[in-house]
């Protein structure tokens, strides 16, 4: 069975802990599936690494402001996008690039790997 997960925010390393509350989801259930997550960049994520697999999971990454450095809405030191909102008005503006881009960039990628 293929399993798509649709997240803003996918730990960046495997040591990263801010957002991992997919993670073990998406890990236990690549034991015996094929699990897809279609996630988004941070500031400072490798541009060349926008696809990898890890422990299973095959994970996509895609850009949704420019400059790159601006994408800050999802990683966090906090891990959550609500302690991005509370910058004004920048991160208001990035969030409709980012809920607008991800179902276009997911029906890509999905068409791609499916």
Not at 30 to 37: D, G, Q, R
Not at 70 to 76: A, I, K, R, S
């Amino acid at each position: 069975m293929k399993i798509c997960f649709l997240s803003p925010s996918y730990p960046k390393t495997p040591d990263d802990t801010r957002v991992g509350f997919i993670q073990p989801y998406a890990e236990a259930l690549a034991k015996t599936n094929e699990v897809i997550v279609i996630t988004s960049t941070g500031p400072k994520t490798d541009t060349k690494n926008k696809f990898e697999v890890r422990n299973g999971v095959k994970i996509y990454r895609f850009d949704y402001f420019w400059p790159r450095r601006l994408q800050d809405l999802t990683h966090t030191n906090s891990g959550g996008m609500s302690e991005s909102y509370k910058g004004g008005f920048l991160p208001n503006y990035k969030f409709h690039f980012l809920y607008c881009l991800f179902p276009l960039i997911h029906l890509n990628i999905l068409k791609i790997v499916m």
